[in-house]
């Protein structure tokens, strides 16, 4: 099993940014594919950024390309969701999952989730 925390979310005007951190324990974290995902209310559950175990070849949903980075540090078991320019539609409830060691964008192919943190911008 592997414990996934986030944190980090909050309110944030248009325009600025936020951190987020996800904080893992339980199994070794170093295998995993490491996600972001979003879900904002009356809406599915989408994919918005993933990192490979070994913290190469990041990919991002087009939405959130170029302005978001995702990072992890696995001495710290933890991954990180830097977010720039945010918009009002980048509102949403954000989770951490990790999946097995391969390219994954659905949410299907997730093993272990957080409990999500809330992202609001505010227009």
């Known amino acids: 099993q592997v414990q996934l925390v986030e944190s980090g979310g909050g309110l944030v005007q248009a325009g600025g940014s936020l951190r987020l951190s996800c904080a893992a324990s339980?199994?070794?974290?170093?295998?995993?594919?490491m996600g972001w995902f979003r879900q904002a209310p009356g809406k599915e559950r989408d994919f918005v950024a993933a990192?490979?175990?070994?913290?190469?070849?990041?990919f991002y949903a087009d939405s959130v390309k170029g302005r978001f980075t995702i990072s992890r540090d696995n001495a710290k078991n933890a991954v990180y969701l830097q977010m720039n320019s945010l918009k009002p539609e980048d509102t949403a409830v954000y989770y951490c999952?990790?999946?097995?060691?391969?390219?994954?964008?659905?949410?299907?192919?997730?093993?272990?989730w957080g409990q999500g943190t809330q992202v609001t911008v505010s227009s």
């Open positions: 339980g199994r070794t974290f170093s295998p995993y594919t």
């Open positions: 999952a990790a999946g097995p060691p391969r390219y994954i964008v659905y949410v299907r192919e997730y093993d272990y």
């Open positions: 990192i490979s175990w070994r913290g190469g070849s990041p």
